[in-house]
């Protein structure tokens, strides 16, 4: 039952935007595992997403920023539940034609990470992520985080920020060998990333912080940098920079390649 309705809402809330977007939307399971499927109509690369709750919450409520990656050639694949097994990670490579990149917010982190130390992947996005242990990830090269920046603010006694001490970051990664890169917006908390439906509720609970001015084209603003962020970075990798440094990459490669292999590239917006 659970199950069903899951689908009747990611049906329901897929269909407000499919005549209008970029994006084919459907589910699709692979030995009782669903695959819901943000497929770009033309395919540069692909994603698998997961959701907070530790991959648990529905991912139609992420659909816009889903949407608008889809829209950018990035295709976003999110499993219902979290469970992904070997079968259902096989077929998305062989539907996207990519190996796909990882992508996780909040403790949605958890079973990212996890996933990671078994799958062939290189990069990895983790928006807020939080999680409870160190990871030495062989295969990955790069990490970028993005930040919501009131997450993490402790303003006052009183002021408790969302991000708790289980917050993760470049030192729960044993591999010396990953690049870390960390861009934080300044103006956003935690569930701005969500439909703007959604982020209003997770606003409205004072518990999560959220930007003060609540409306769809700020919200909706905010996911357009989450994509920028993410695409910038996944299309535009340092060896890229080196061949072709002035043309392509707008000098973003002096930094990377003037940092030590390791390091971490920090920047705070005011998106």
Not at 9 to 20: D, E, Y
Not at 157 to 185: C, M, Q, R, V, Y
Not at 260 to 269: A, L, P, R, T
Request: proline letters at 3%; aromatic letters at 14%.
């Amino acid at each position: 039952m659970k199950n069903i309705l899951t689908s009747i809402l990611f049906f329901a809330f897929s269909a407000n935007s499919f005549f209008f977007s970029k994006t084919k939307q459907f589910r699709k399971e692979i030995g009782g595992v669903n695959i819901d499927v943000y497929e770009a109509r033309e395919k540069k690369k692909s994603m698998l997403f997961f959701s907070g709750g530790f991959g648990k919450i529905p991912h139609f409520i992420y659909s816009d920023f889903l949407n608008r990656l889809s829209e950018k050639g990035i295709s976003c694949y999110s499993i219902a539940g979290g469970d992904l097994t070997g079968e259902a990670f096989s077929w998305i490579e062989d539907h996207s034609n990519y190996t796909p990149f990882i992508a996780a917010h909040s403790s949605g982190a958890v079973p990212a990470l996890d996933t990671a130390l078994i799958a062939p992947v290189s990069e990895i996005i983790l928006l807020d992520p939080v999680g409870f242990k160190n990871y030495n990830l062989k295969r990955v090269e790069r990490i970028l985080f993005l930040k919501a920046e009131l997450s993490y603010e402790w303003k006052t006694n009183l002021d408790i920020p969302f991000i708790p001490a289980f917050g993760i970051d470049e030192n729960n990664f044993k591999n010396s060998n990953i690049n870390f890169t960390t861009f934080s917006s300044a103006n956003f908390g935690h569930g701005d990333i969500l439909d703007n439906f959604w982020a209003d509720v997770s606003a409205n609970t004072q518990i999560i912080k959220g930007n003060p001015e609540r409306s769809q084209i700020v919200n909706e603003e905010y996911h357009d940098w989450i994509v920028n962020q993410i695409y910038e970075f996944t299309f535009n990798k340092p060896e890229d920079c080196k061949e072709d440094c002035e043309d392509d990459c707008n000098g973003d490669c002096e930094d990377e390649n003037n940092n030590e292999n390791n390091s971490e590239e920090n920047e705070v917006v005011n998106v």
